[in-house]
């Protein structure tokens, strides 16, 4: 019997912080040379050692030259452990506001935000950092997120520009001054879901939907003429996970993340 059989060896096992995990996988039978994947097939390379990876679980499958293939499944770290990670823009100009977001998934337990010392702390919770910086320069903003007994960190660097005048003093007051109520239901959700939004005066609304994975925009809205709004969104058919809607007013930003089952 000459069938194709696959070994895995994970590293590490225990918890680890970035991307310090690696995967080896061992071919044997079947009829070499062999092509290895560990996303289920997506994509395939011709080493059998994949490194600078994060924790979680990756779907092994390897090929020979008749097409002969043999899977598998492997978790490096903890099952359970929570990588950081957090959307920010790359540049902002000296007296604005900068809105940091906490993608990290999965959800962890806590969550403390690396602030500079010469920034300015507007708002701050588990969710967003809101900042301010009254000098230019380069700072570095990170997030430290715990998750059973591991630790994960990232850092992230925003250079901050002279002001060109053209951000009003007035947009830096409280956005909750303004915001009746931000709610996203059902949460989570199989896909569909409704952004409910209150304003204490008519306003627009801009809403940005920003999946994980890169930080990838997933859909944008834009809404004017009223105090009130109820829009309907559908991210059916986006891989599980988490999401964040952001909702952007004259007034600033405010967040709520969304799980889709």
């Known amino acids: 019997d000459n069938a194709l059989e696959v070994q895995v060896i994970p590293y590490p096992i225990t918890c680890f912080t ?65 990588n950081a990670d957090f959307a920010i823009t790359s540049r902002a100009f000296v007296d604005e506001s900068v809105l940091a977001v906490d993608l990290s998934y999965p959800i962890p337990d806590q969550v403390e935000w690396i602030i500079p010392e010469e920034a300015i702390v507007l708002n701050k919770d588990a969710d967003q950092l809101e900042i301010v910086f009254q000098q230019p320069g380069e700072y570095e903003v990170g997030i430290k997120v715990y998750r059973d007994d591991c630790l994960s960190t990232e850092t992230k660097t925003i250079v901050i520009l002279e002001s060109d005048g053209t951000i009003p003093k007035d947009q830096q007051e409280s956005k909750d001054d303004h915001i009746e109520h931000f709610i996203l239901y059902p949460n989570p959700t199989s896909g569909k879901f409704t952004v409910d939004i209150v304003l204490r005066e008519p306003g627009a609304v801009g809403l940005q939907v ?40 004259q007034f600033g930003y405010s967040l709520q993340k969304v799980i889709l089952k």
């Open 210 to 249: 920003f999946g994980l994975a890169n930080n990838t925009l997933i859909r944008h809205e834009q809404v004017f003429g009223s105090d009130s709004y109820q829009i309907p969104m559908d991210v059916s058919g986006l891989p599980s996970g988490l999401y964040v809607v952001v909702m952007e007013t």
């Open 18 to 82: 970035g991307k310090e995990g690696s995967i080896q996988i061992m071919a044997h039978g079947g009829s070499p040379p062999y092509l290895y994947s560990i996303d289920g097939g997506g994509n395939f390379q011709s080493e059998p050692i994949f490194k600078d990876l994060e924790s979680g679980t990756y779907d092994i499958l390897v090929a020979d030259m008749n097409q002969c293939e043999d899977a598998s499944s492997v978790t490096i770290g903890l099952p359970g452990q929570s």
